[in-house]
């Protein structure tokens, strides 16, 4: 299984560590943060490959967040999670450089296929000097 390392930006305690407990079943090196301020505090800390990030968070929501990924580590991929009401969100953040969106709650496997070709998209990108 590919060695990436993952952050999960989710303010549902109960989604955010459930969806961290299956992806490192799948042996994935997956962090938590609780919001937008706690992400890029561990981006700054860390090195991630892949964000998944919820669009609709309290204080500082996705797209805000994404923003300031982008600012701060733009080589970091992100996806963004969204609802049924926050599709336009989802859009919105691929026109910021969000990686792709997904709809919640999103199956496994594919959050795995979109991590895995994010992250593909970022190596890629890494050698061929950006």
Do not use: C, W
């Amino acid at each position: 299984m590919d060695n990436f390392k993952v952050l999960l930006v989710d303010d549902e305690d109960d989604f955010r560590e459930t969806l961290q407990k299956r992806l490192r079943n799948r042996k994935l090196q997956v962090e938590g943060a609780e919001n937008g301020y706690k992400a890029l505090e561990m981006l700054q800390s860390q090195d991630f490959d892949v964000v998944i990030l919820d669009v609709k968070m309290p204080g500082m929501d996705g797209i805000q967040t994404l923003q300031e990924i982008k600012i701060k580590k733009p080589e970091v991929e992100v996806i963004m999670l969204t609802g049924h009401a926050s599709v336009e969100s989802g859009i919105q953040g691929m026109q910021l450089g969000a990686f792709d969106y997904v709809m919640k709650p999103v199956p496994l496997d594919e959050l795995l296929d979109k991590m895995r070709q994010a992250y593909e998209r970022k190596t890629m990108r890494a050698s061929h000097g950006g």
